[in-house]
Each structure stands twice: as C-alpha cells, then as structure tokens.
C-alpha cells in the first residue's frame, strides 16, 4: 500500500518542480491568472489582504524566460540610451558607480533580484574577469561568483599564480536573470555603460571575458564563445575620447560551462596561460 504524501512533504514536491522548471522566483505573493480576473474566478484564494493592495488595473509583469532568450551568441542590437551613458560618464569613483546602478531604474531585472551584484576583488587590479550575470548564490549573497562556478573561477586563478582578492570580479548585469536565464540583448546594452564604466574606472591591463554575452556585449562581436576563445581581442571603450590604445581581452569558457563539459578544461588551461603571460609582458 502506499502511503499518502502528507500535506507538508507535497507541498515540497511541488516547489521541488517548481525549482526544477526554473520557476524560482516569487513575483507577487500569490499566483495570478493574468488572462482572467481572479477577484471573480478564484475569489478564495487570494487572501483579502493581497486583493485590496493589487491594483489590477495595472497590467502585471510576466517574465517569460523564452520569450527573451536568443541563444548562444547575440551580438548587441542598437546603443546604450545617452541617459545612462551620462548617468554612468558622471561617477568619478567605483562607489558613486555602484550608488548610480542601485537607483537606475531602466532594467526589468533589477525587480525580481534580491541583491544588486556589482563587481567584487582589488579595485587597483592589473587582471580583471566579466561574466554574464549573477545565479541564484551571488543573488542571495549579493557578490559575484560566489557558487559553484566561482568556486571553479578560484581554481582556474590560484592556478595562474593569482588570489581571488588581487583581480577584480564582475558581470555585464548586475542583476540575476529570472530562473538563471541568460540576460537578453536589451538588458545587456541598458547595463553596458555601467560595465564600461566599471572597466574605465579599474582601468585593468587585461581582461577576460567570460563566456560569450561577455565578449559579444563588450568587443561588439556576434561569434560564439568556442569560435572566439583563445585568441587576443581589444577592448576599446566607445565613449573613450582619451585616444587609449584599448585593453587586451581574452574571451575563454564560462566556468558554469566548464563544470558542464569537464573535457573544454584542457583549452581554458591554454587560455589562462596565455593571460599569465600577457600579464607578465603588460607589467614590465
Ligand atoms: N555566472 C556569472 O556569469 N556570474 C556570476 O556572478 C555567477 C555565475
């Protein structure tokens, strides 16, 4: 015979699928038929409390991961609003930066994130890493790559001699993508004069991307990460005027990729070799 689930154990079977569809985020705190009006379909289930603070006038916000995916490479449609590129050209400093991210208002994602997750490690750092956005660790935790791929990224940069706190660490988006999509093309370019400030402002002698939403928001390519990796880009910022020669950036693996495909390690060895020793030639 078996034994019927109690109430508490099937409730934990249903968020256990929730969790694994990639349903994690609670964006109100009841569920909401958005096609009907739930005050008259089900008007038990919404407790009188959240009825009498929603406003369902307003249309409510659907986060449809599929709707913004794009694929493996997508290349940056279009310019940065000048709004933003003004409001980052102004921060003199990597704290008025991070005060300027957390009252910018121009990316949905920053509604369903916990914490702002803005770049991490040694501000004066000569190596600095961009990943895509943070997961649900670095949500929680409100610094970048603090879960199992950061603790991959610690591996690969003790492995070039290096501690976490002598880089610098960050992401394109600040903020987590719902259900840990990856960032569409849009929120990628209402973030990038943030990311392009943060560069400006660490003014690292080399950097590396992480992942291709890294290489193709930042260097403007449309290739994907196994066609780019290996090879030394130049970043050159847009909005510099200062006539600098650019930065050299190497795109490699995204450690969470690594973990899925312990066989690429070999190739991501080769390309942190290859920055230990451009690092070495940048510092002489
Ligand atoms: N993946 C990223 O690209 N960034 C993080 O901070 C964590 C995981």
Same mark, same amino acid.
């Given at each position: 015979?078996?034994?019927?689930?109690?109430?508490?154990?099937?409730?934990?079977?249903?968020?256990?699928?929730?969790?694994?569809?990639?349903?994690?985020?609670?964006?109100?705190?009841?569920?909401?038929?958005?096609?009907?009006?739930?005050?008259?379909?089900?008007?038990?289930?919404?407790?009188?409390?959240?009825?009498?603070?929603?406003?369902?006038?307003?249309?409510?916000?659907?986060?449809?991961?599929?709707?913004? &995916?794009? #694929?493996? %490479?997508? +290349? @940056?449609?279009?310019?940065?609003? !000048?709004?933003?590129? $003004?409001?980052?050209?102004?921060?003199?400093?990597?704290?008025?930066?991070?005060?300027?991210?957390?009252?910018?208002?121009?990316?949905?994602?920053?509604?369903?994130?916990?914490?702002?997750?803005?770049?991490?490690?040694?501000?004066?750092?000569?190596?600095?890493?961009?990943?895509?956005?943070?997961?649900?660790?670095?949500?929680?935790?409100?610094?970048? &790559?603090? #879960?199992? %791929?950061? +603790? @991959?990224?610690?591996?690969?940069? !003790?492995?070039?001699? $290096?501690?976490?706190?002598?880089?610098?660490?960050?992401?394109?988006?600040?903020?987590?993508?719902?259900?840990?999509?990856?960032?569409?093309?849009?929120?990628?370019?209402?973030?990038?004069?943030?990311?392009?400030?943060?560069?400006?402002?660490?003014?690292?002698?080399?950097?590396?991307?992480?992942?291709?939403?890294?290489?193709?928001?930042?260097?403007?390519?449309?290739?994907?990460?196994? +066609? @780019?990796?290996?090879?030394?880009?130049?970043?050159?910022?847009?909005?510099?005027?200062?006539?600098?020669?650019?930065?050299?950036?190497?795109?490699?693996?995204?450690?969470?990729?690594?973990?899925?495909?312990?066989?690429?390690?070999?190739?991501?060895?080769?390309?942190?070799?290859?920055?230990?020793?451009?690092?070495?030639?940048?510092?002489?």
């Amino acid at each position: 015979m078996t034994r019927k689930k109690s109430y508490p154990e099937e409730a934990l079977a249903t968020m256990r699928w929730y969790i694994d569809a990639g349903c994690d985020e609670a964006v109100m705190e009841c569920p909401v038929n958005v096609y009907t009006d739930v005050r008259r379909i089900a008007p038990h289930s919404v407790p009188e409390r959240v009825l009498a603070e929603t406003d369902f006038r307003q249309k409510p916000k659907i986060f449809l991961p599929s709707q913004t &995916f794009e #694929g493996p %490479s997508t +290349r @940056l449609k279009g310019t940065p609003s !000048s709004n933003e590129k $003004l409001l980052a050209a102004q921060c003199e400093n990597l704290s008025q930066l991070r005060e300027a991210i957390s009252n910018f208002q121009g990316c949905a994602l920053k509604e369903t994130a916990v914490n702002l997750v803005f770049g991490a490690g040694n501000p004066s750092a000569d190596l600095m890493f961009v990943g895509e956005a943070p997961g649900a660790d670095e949500d929680r935790e409100g610094e970048p &790559f603090v #879960g199992a %791929s950061g +603790r @991959l990224l610690d591996q690969m940069i !003790s492995a070039i001699g $290096l501690r976490r706190g002598e880089v610098y660490i960050t992401n394109i988006v600040p903020w987590r993508p719902p259900g840990n999509r990856k960032p569409s093309s849009d929120e990628c370019l209402a973030c990038l004069p943030f990311i392009q400030r943060q560069i400006a402002l660490i003014k690292p002698r080399v950097l590396v991307f992480l992942g291709g939403t890294a290489a193709n928001a930042l260097v403007g390519t449309s290739q994907g990460i196994t +066609r @780019l990796r290996g090879r030394w880009l130049l970043y050159q910022d847009s909005g510099d005027t200062s006539g600098s020669q650019g930065i050299p950036a190497m795109p490699t693996f995204h450690p969470a990729y690594l973990l899925r495909q312990a066989s690429l390690k070999r190739e991501s060895w080769h390309d942190f070799l290859s920055v230990r020793e451009r690092l070495r030639a940048e510092q002489l």
